[in-house]
């Protein structure tokens, strides 16, 4: 299984672009890059997901680069309420769930 | 309603006590699933269901106990639990049929306490 590392916090203020990046050298062929994000006493949230180059959504941009050893959660322009916990997640999609391993996490706190 | 939704979405019990909790997703998934969250912990997988048959157990302990009636519905049984059971409970839903990686859904989650 593919261990993912990320950074365990990350201060931002509001306005600003904050990009988190995760690290995951063992990624496989056939393994996605998925991102949630969790407020306290929630469930998490879907953010994004990719295999390689660039994806964006309404919310985010993920970037991997070609070696897909890395992949960076870009949040455009942050507020007070993006402040949460972002996950990480790196697997094959056909695969089993017991390989949705969410670790600790990056706290990203908003300041005003 | 829509979405993944959780009850009841506080509950204290005794370490005598037996109580369910419930999970029902509104989205047309295939696959449910159980997750725990303790405090300051990484959220730990228990148990998932694809198209009503367990598909994965993560080692829970047998006082976990469980329940998939339908595609739509998932219980959690509960009985002679501990105080380090506490948690939050999570149940998350799927499109895809067995698991994987694919976009899940979460429900608010069910705060329990074990006194």
């Known amino acids: 299984l593919a261990k993912t590392t990320q950074p365990i916090s990350m201060d931002s203020y509001e306005g600003q672009e904050v990009n988190i990046t995760c690290s995951h050298n063992?990624?496989?062929?056939?393994?996605?890059i998925t991102w949630y994000q969790q407020f306290p006493s929630q469930g998490p949230r879907f953010i994004i997901q990719?295999?390689?180059t660039k994806v964006t959504n309404e919310v985010a941009s993920l970037f991997i680069p070609a070696d897909r050893k890395s992949s960076t959660l870009s949040l455009p322009r942050v507020s007070l309420s993006d402040t949460a916990v972002y996950y990480c997640?790196?697997?094959?999609?056909?695969?089993?769930?017991?390989?949705?391993?969410f670790g600790s996490g990056t706290q990203l706190t908003v300041l005003p | 309603e829509t979405g993944v939704t959780q009850t009841p979405r506080h509950l204290v019990m005794g370490m005598t006590n037996k109580k369910s909790l419930k999970c029902e997703q509104h989205?047309?998934?295939?696959?449910m699933y159980w997750y725990k969250q303790s405090a300051k912990k990484p959220l730990e997988l228990m148990f998932v269901?694809?198209?009503?048959?367990?598909?994965e157990n993560n080692s829970v302990p047998s006082r976990f106990s469980p329940e998939c009636p339908n595609s739509s519905h998932l219980f959690l049984h509960l009985h002679t639990l501990q105080p380090e059971d506490s948690a939050l409970y999570l149940c998350?839903?799927?499109?895809?049929?067995?698991?994987?990686?694919?976009?899940?859904?979460f429900g608010p989650g069910t705060r329990l306490t074990v006194t």
């Open positions: 998350a839903s799927s499109q895809d049929p067995g698991t994987g990686l694919g976009e899940q859904y």
């Open positions: 269901y694809s198209l009503e048959e367990r598909v």
């Open positions: 063992n990624i496989a062929t056939n393994d996605y």
């Open positions: 989205l047309g998934h295939n696959a």
């Open positions: 990719g295999y390689k």
């Open positions: 997640l790196v697997g094959d999609r056909g695969g089993s769930a017991r390989q949705l391993t």
